[in-house]
Structure formats: C-alpha cells, structure tokens
C-alpha cells in the first residue's frame, strides 16, 4: 500500500465545508444526497453519450464538459463524505487495498523493460 499526500484531499473536503456552512440549510439528507449523486452521474453519462454515442446535442443545448460533469460528481461526494464525517482519503485508501488485494491478478500486466 502506498501513502498518499492527504493534504490535497483534506483541503478540498474544507473548501466545501467552507462553501456549504454559509447556509442555514447546511448539507443534504443522505436521501437527497444519493438523488443529487445520481441526478450528477445522470448528466455525466449524457455528456459521455453526446462525446462518443451516436447521440448528437441539439443545437439548442447549452455546452458542457465531461470534466464539468465529473466536477460536480466530486462536489457531491465530497459534501456527502463530509456530511458523514467521513475523510475521503481514507475511503480512497481502503478502497484501493481492496481493488489492488482483489484485482491484482485480474488484468494483464504490461511487460517490464
């Protein structure tokens, strides 16, 4: 397992706590949180669809961006871990010795020089 510089990971998660404490709202239910999460992966997928489908935009439709779209599914994730207290770079630390336990056989390996 490797260690990762969390720095990055912590000051995003207070960017965005930052962002969303000058609410009275504050953050989202968990329910509302999987809804937006799921409304954001909607919109990624029709920005994929529209880039490498066979589905042209209209010329009606605004531009957009995949990197756009995997902005605001990051923004989601992180005011959801952040609504739970969770710290992402530990769930991205355990969900890569997972991935890395699991998977490390699973794909063939590029050749060493």
């Known amino acids: 397992m490797q260690n990762y510089d969390k720095t990055n990971t912590m000051a995003m998660q207070k960017r965005v706590n930052d962002y969303i404490s000058q609410f009275k709202e504050g953050y989202f239910s968990p329910l509302a949180m999987m809804a937006r999460f799921t ?27 995949i990197e756009n779209e995997l902005g605001d599914i990051l923004f989601v994730a992180l005011s959801f871990a ?18 890395e336990t699991r998977d490390k056989e699973r794909w063939t390996k590029k050749e060493t020089e």
Do not use: Y
């Not at 997928?45 to 880039?51: D, G, I, K, L, M």
């Open 39 to 65: 409304e954001e992966v909607g919109e990624l997928a029709r920005e994929v669809n529209h880039s490498f489908g066979e589905k042209p935009k209209k010329s009606s439709e605004e531009a957009n961006s």
């Open 82 to 99: 952040n609504s739970l207290n969770i710290d992402v770079s530990e769930a991205f630390d355990q969900a890569m010795t997972k991935i």
